[in-house]
């Protein structure tokens, strides 16, 4: 006898069909993998960029002497052969050095005529590309340790002397180095991604309400020597705050001061002031270059001088108009008061520092340095310049023997080096007081930021 079927059974039937019928097909988390899969594909493909054909080294005496010549200066200008070049006597523009991020390590490529490792088979289409798009010649992604965001700015006249300049150099071949960067970053097409959401072309137009000095000094301040990209802070993905211009950002360990209105400089920055500070890097009215600006003033000594004084217009301007409803601080010397707070650091600068930064020291009177109270380290807003200055000295000045600032860092503990600054920042500082500090020579050690 066959049993009629109750209603509910009747009703469960179709769900359960259904359930056999998903266990055949995909599950939903397969779909989604799917789905994350063709979403890989299509960006893939939006990222790919084509490679632009090889061509053979263009000879040198194609090139105009007068777009040669102009090509040297604006790499002056640029500061290129301090990213290209390999610290310790490394061949100009054969890469190499490293730059440090919190991403890794990234490593200036050779930039020489080479045309197996350099960019010798670059035609001047390839060149333009990779300094206005980050792309280079074979279709790669370049990092943004490359200033593209600024350099996207330049013109075809700057770009093209470049280019001659740099095709008219001394080829080397020399491998790049392999970037120390973490496992994902490695892959290239990332950097669309960060391009997608940080990368927007720049674009330079003069203003008219400027003199012609001050609109040259925009342009190459802004696009080719690419200024921002030390004195703008970053966000976490490494992408320039272009809402905070030049409010002041680590490089390094060090810290590249403000260049508006929060500018720690004690006095006024003149036009005549900032054009020999960037031509010597030393202003006797305010301090000496340190630290990843030391090398600034190294190439711009080598640069056409009016282009030297118009970027000097242009930052003067910028700095004085932020300073305009401030008045220089008065800065007394709180010499006992200081030596009571700081006992140790009072008795290490009588016997480490005084003799060339002590009151009528011959360092003093002779080379015309500034006294320490007028340097905008003890007045910023952080002890890291101060603890790297003492801890890795200072070059002598440009066109200058000497005196030299020694490093302090082998023959200081770090509680000594934080009693110094201490002391200092005591003495003739503005501002609080910096808290941690023996954390931070820690940390400066290291090359990180306090």
């Known amino acids: 006898m066959v049993r009629a079927r109750s209603s ?6 179709p769900p359960l069909l259904a359930t056999r019928a998903r266990r055949r097909g995909l599950p939903w988390w397969g779909w989604g993998l799917l789905l994350i899969a063709l979403l890989f594909v299509v960006f893939l493909v939006w990222a790919h960029r084509p490679a632009i054909a090889a061509e053979a080294p263009p000879p040198a ?4 002497p007068a777009e040669v010549a102009y090509g040297k200066d604006l790499a002056a200008v640029g500061n290129c052969i301090s990213c290209h070049q390999a610290p310790g006597g490394g061949k100009p523009f054969a890469g190499g050095y490293g730059v440090v991020s919190p991403f890794g390590t990234i490593y200036g490529t050779n930039i020489t005529p080479d045309p197996d490792t350099g960019i010798g088979r670059w035609s001047y289409l390839a060149f333009a590309r990779a300094m206005r798009e980050g792309v280079a010649r074979n279709g790669s992604h370049l990092y943004p340790a490359f200033p593209y965001d600024h350099f996207s700015a330049l013109q075809d006249r700057e770009l093209r002397a470049l280019y001659a300049y740099l095709m008219t150099r001394t080829p080397v071949r020399a491998e790049n180095r392999t970037n120390g960067l973490f496992l994902p970053l490695r892959f290239r097409p990332f950097i669309a991604g960060w391009k997608l959401l940080f990368f927007r072309p720049a674009h330079w137009s003069p203003d ?10 925009a342009y190459l301040g802004e696009a080719l020597a690419h200024c921002g990209g030390c004195h703008t802070p970053r966000g976490r993905l490494g992408q320039e705050l272009k809402n905070k211009p030049f409010a002041g950002a680590f490089v390094e360990g060090w810290y590249a001061p403000p260049l508006g209105s929060t500018s720690p400089a004690v006095r006024a920055w003149t036009q005549p002031r900032l054009a020999e500070y960037l031509a010597t890097g030393l202003s006797r009215s305010h301090a000496a270059a340190a630290g ?3 090398a600034v003033p190294h190439n711009l000594a080598t640069a056409d ?3 030297v004084a118009a970027l000097a217009t242009y930052y003067a301007r910028t700095l004085r108009d932020a300073r305009a409803s401030r008045a220089e601080p008065q800065l007394p010397d709180r010499a006992e008061a200081a030596a009571r707070a700081h006992p140790l650091g009072a008795a290490t600068f009588a016997g480490a520092c005084a003799a060339c930064h002590g009151e009528g020291a011959p360092m003093m009177v002779q080379d015309g340095r500034p006294a320490l109270p007028l340097g905008s380290p003890l007045h910023e807003d952080n002890p890291a310049d101060t603890i790297q200055i003492i801890l890795k000295g200072l070059a002598p000045p440009l066109g200058r023997t000497g005196p030299i600032m020694p490093s302090f860092a082998a023959s200081l503990t770090d509680a000594q080096v934080a009693e110094l ?3 200092m920042k005591a003495r003739w500082g503005t501002g609080p ?10 940390r400066a050690r290291k090359g990180k930021a306090p």
């Open 8 to 13: 509910s059974q009747r009703h469960s039937d």
């Open 61 to 64: 005496a194609s090139f105009a």
């Open 208 to 217: 008219a309400g400027q003199s012609a000095a001050w609109n040259r000094g």
């Open 292 to 294: 990843p600006m030391n």
């Open 305 to 307: 001088p009016r282009e």
């Open 421 to 423: 600054v201490g002391y």
């Open 433 to 442: 007081d910096w808290p941690n500090l023996e954390r931070a020579v820690g």
